[in-house]
Structure formats: structure tokens, C-alpha cells
């Protein structure tokens, strides 16, 4: 599942790069994803939107077993 996941993210990573920042895969674990929002996304006040709305909206379409991505 990691593979499939890591996949997703290299969708919408250049969005993330375009701003500066970027998005690491730490762990997949039960469902959960956990990642590391790194550069200018680390300190960005919008970042818990971006992980919500963003990057866990589009794993979950993608990737039903996905139940939630937290960052590490």
C-alpha cells in the first residue's frame, strides 16, 4: 500500500513544490498515513488545510482503505 500511496503524492507534490514546500511518506500503518510536510509547507498556517482538504481528500478517492493521514 505504501507504493500505491506514494504514487498519489507525487500528484499533487508539484502544487506543494510550486509553494515552496513538499511532502515526505513516513508510515503507512492501518489505514493511517502518516507524512512529514516539509520547506515552506512545515511552517505555512494553511497546512493543516492542505493536509485535510488536500492530500487526505485525494488519497481517500483514490485509495479506499485510507481512513486518515496525519502529520508526523
Known amino acids: 500500500m505504501k507504493e500505491r500511496v506514494e504514487e498519489v503524492l ?11 514546500g513538499n ?10 498515513v502518516k507524512v512529514k510536510l516539509v520547506g ?11 493536509l485535510k482538504m488536500g492530500i487526505e481528500k485525494l488519497l481517500k478517492k483514490e485509495i479506499p482503505e485510507v481512513q486518515e493521514v496525519v502529520s508526523v
Open 40 to 50: 515552506a509547507c512545515a511552517g505555512c498556517p494553511m497546512s493543516q488545510m492542505t
Open 10 to 20: 507525487n500528484k499533487i507534490r508539484p502544487s506543494l513544490v510550486a509553494d515552496g
Open 23 to 32: 511532502v515526505e511518506l513516513v508510515d503507512v500503518e492501518d489505514g493511517i
